[in-house]
């Protein structure tokens, strides 16, 4: 089955900085590739995602890019606000639309 | 957007009784609908595929007869914890699938079992 690897576990950086998140997933069958943003105790909610067609999408402040060759994926955010801060999730799925998650980054701003 | 509900948020119940979470999507019909499972600080473990008319899909170790999950229509999937157990206690997430691959999750319910 498919397993998606996440780095790194935890991430500071202050306030208007960048912050990248690196992932990588080893089934060559996945095409899409969504990221989540969790608070604690609430739902994940869904960001950005990418499918495999497509090398690069942007969302204001949010990226994600895509390898398919080297099979690995990241979550680029630019001007780093401390809202935010929380667990950043990706995701990588197949055509029986099942979502491995990585293992998690927690994020935080610091002001 | 696609919104997604589940109830209860929240639930505490004693050694050995069962608990029955709902899954709603409210604003659209759901055919596929998956339940989650988060521990403390970890990641989402997908438990099982619920698929509407048809019998759920479990992943390996997920024990079948413990997890029964009824996805009677299309905008309903139910999980019921059998006989639980403390290390049953867990975050449980519902989601949905809205259009291709696309998944928008429920609130979450907090078990927690004595």
């Known amino acids: 089955g498919e397993n998606v690897e996440q780095h790194p576990s935890t991430l500071s950086v202050q306030e208007g900085d960048s912050a990248v998140i690196k992932c990588t997933y080893s089934?060559?069958?996945?095409?899409?590739f969504p990221w989540y943003k969790q608070e604690l105790g609430k739902r994940p909610q869904l960001i950005i995602d990418?499918?495999?067609?497509?090398g690069e999408k942007k969302d204001q402040r949010i990226a994600v890019t895509l390898n398919k060759t080297a099979k690995h994926f990241s979550l680029h955010i630019t001007e780093t606000q401390p809202e935010d801060s929380a667990v950043y999730f990706c995701?990588?799925?197949?055509?029986?639309?099942?979502?491995?998650f990585g293992s998690g980054t927690q994020l935080t701003v610091l002001p | 957007g696609a919104v997604v509900s589940q109830h209860p948020s929240w639930v505490i119940c004693k050694s050995g009784t069962s608990v029955k979470i709902e899954c709603r999507s409210l604003?659209?019909?759901?055919?596929?609908m998956f339940w989650y499972r988060q521990f403390p600080k970890q990641s989402l473990m997908l438990m099982a595929t619920?698929?509407?008319?048809?019998?759920?899909?479990?992943e390996q170790g997920v024990e079948k007869d413990k997890f029964l999950i009824n996805h009677a229509s299309l905008t309903l999937s139910t999980l019921t914890v059998t006989s639980a157990h403390p290390e049953d206690s867990s975050f449980y997430i519902c989601?949905?699938?809205?259009?291709?691959?696309?998944?928008?999750f429920g609130p979450g319910t907090r078990l927690t079992v004595l």
């Open positions: 989601s949905a699938v809205v259009a291709r691959d696309t998944q928008y």
């Open positions: 990418i499918r495999s067609n497509v």
């Open positions: 089934d060559s069958a996945s095409n899409y």
């Open positions: 604003d659209f019909q759901a055919t596929t």
């Open positions: 995701a990588a799925s197949g055509s029986a639309r099942q979502l491995t």
């Open positions: 619920s698929n509407e008319g048809s019998k759920a899909t479990y």
